[in-house]
């Protein structure tokens, strides 16, 4: 099927449009050095494995699993999270697209709505995108503290679209759990060389040049 065929297509963020996994990994390695290599190497592990997974989440396991400290407060995830936007939102918003996204997304929004649904926070979100320059090609941009599957849910019903005729894309495991259970298609993006996260049933592609056929 045509990715045109398709009612709407959701886009994750990061690792599928634009290539800022790498940015994101670096970011929790700096945000805990402090705490020693062997902290910081259960982190970048836990993060790689839970792409997807928003950042307050990852805290607060790391608090729990890795730091074996009391919760956080509010306040000490709030300033987590300042230092880690800090590390990242200039790196993403000049980070490069991933293959054929930029050129997929101008031929495809004019004929079908485009949305994003990503663990990022859904205001820093809309920073890089509008930043980007994509704001105009997305009917809307979803981002945490609300869950994927959430996320998704909200879309096919703010928007009355059909879940088996719209398309998710995505390049983590939460992203095709969560599109399962709103009954909605998947495709896997796994970048070349990388471990394929998803279940040997699942179609992926390298990148999104592939689609503009």
């Given at each position: 099927m045509r990715v045109t065929d398709w009612q709407a297509i959701i886009f994750d963020f990061d690792g599928v449009l634009v290539e800022s996994g790498d940015i994101k990994t670096r970011a929790f390695?700096?945000?805990y050095q402090s705490y020693g290599e062997?902290?910081?190497n259960k982190v970048v592990?836990?993060?790689s494995l839970n792409g997807g997974l928003s950042r307050y989440q990852k805290f607060r396991y790391f608090q729990q699993h890795f730091l074996e400290m009391p919760p956080l407060t509010q306040d000490e995830?709030?300033?987590?999270d300042r230092r880690f936007s800090k590390l990242v939102v200039e790196a993403v918003i000049t980070?490069?697209?991933v293959p054929g996204a930029n050129e997929l997304i101008h031929k495809v929004s004019t004929r079908i709505p485009l949305f994003i649904a990503s663990g990022t926070p859904e205001i820093e979100l809309n920073i890089i995108v509008t930043r980007r320059g994509l704001g105009p090609y997305f009917t809307e941009v979803r981002g945490s503290p609300k869950s994927k599957q959430?996320?998704?849910a909200e879309i096919l019903s703010t928007h009355s679209l059909t879940p088996t005729r719209v398309l998710m894309i995505g390049d983590a495991l939460i992203d095709y759990q969560s599109a399962q259970t709103n009954n909605v298609a998947f495709l896997g993006r796994v970048r070349t060389g990388d471990k394929n996260p998803f279940p040997e049933q699942v179609n992926t592609v390298s990148d999104l040049n592939t689609l503009l056929t």
């Amino acid at each position: 099927m045509r990715v045109t065929d398709w009612q709407a297509i959701i886009f994750d963020f990061d690792g599928v449009l634009v290539e800022s996994g790498d940015i994101k990994t670096r970011a929790f390695a700096d945000l805990y050095q402090s705490y020693g290599e062997t902290v910081v190497n259960k982190v970048v592990r836990y993060h790689s494995l839970n792409g997807g997974l928003s950042r307050y989440q990852k805290f607060r396991y790391f608090q729990q699993h890795f730091l074996e400290m009391p919760p956080l407060t509010q306040d000490e995830e709030q300033e987590l999270d300042r230092r880690f936007s800090k590390l990242v939102v200039e790196a993403v918003i000049t980070s490069e697209p991933v293959p054929g996204a930029n050129e997929l997304i101008h031929k495809v929004s004019t004929r079908i709505p485009l949305f994003i649904a990503s663990g990022t926070p859904e205001i820093e979100l809309n920073i890089i995108v509008t930043r980007r320059g994509l704001g105009p090609y997305f009917t809307e941009v979803r981002g945490s503290p609300k869950s994927k599957q959430t996320l998704i849910a909200e879309i096919l019903s703010t928007h009355s679209l059909t879940p088996t005729r719209v398309l998710m894309i995505g390049d983590a495991l939460i992203d095709y759990q969560s599109a399962q259970t709103n009954n909605v298609a998947f495709l896997g993006r796994v970048r070349t060389g990388d471990k394929n996260p998803f279940p040997e049933q699942v179609n992926t592609v390298s990148d999104l040049n592939t689609l503009l056929t």
